[in-house]
């Protein structure tokens, strides 16, 4: 067996921030959407990302990708947010086997309504705290972990 390369203090204070912080700012995030449109930061995501799609449908199992969620717990949140007439559901119509989940009217409006809600809520707790460069810095550390995430083997 390898040994344990144990992180720094540097390394371990980076790494806790990091975690605590992100859970913090993803609860504050959720609280502002809930408290001010009762709609949650995960179906608030669901919405962004179809609605980034020009007909505002994506293949649920692209849709788990893009939210880096499990098939199984996006199934469940999609039909929550089906009941809430949201999204939808539709056979895929080049895959037999695939759905599709698509973007309604009333959700559209609901990404209308909550989207300065959130934009405001990521300026205040993140954005604005930190310099251009930081911000850079941060796009690109990030996009280096998720591209190195999204190659590792399932």
């Known amino acids: 067996m390898a040994e344990v390369r144990w992180l720094s203090d540097s390394e371990q204070e980076a790494w806790r921030s990091y975690v605590v912080a992100g859970l913090r700012l993803r609860q504050r995030l959720h609280r502002e959407l809930s408290d001010a449109h009762q709609v949650s930061l995960a179906d608030y995501e669901v919405l962004v990302v179809l609605q980034l ?3 505002g449908r994506r293949r649920m199992t692209d849709l788990a990708a893009d939210l880096g969620a499990t098939k199984s717990r996006l199934s469940h ?78």
């Open 53 to 55: 799609y020009p007909d």
């Open 77 to 154: 949140q999609v039909g929550r947010m089906e009941a809430d007439g949201l999204v939808r559901r539709v056979p895929d119509p080049e895959d037999k086997r695939g759905v599709i989940a698509e973007l309604t009217p009333a959700g559209e409006d609901v990404l209308k309504v909550a989207a300065p809600t959130h934009v405001a809520g990521v300026r205040q707790h993140l954005i604005d705290l930190l310099t251009p460069e930081e911000q850079a810095v941060m796009g690109t550390v990030f996009s280096r972990v998720l591209e190195h995430l999204t190659a590792l083997p399932e």
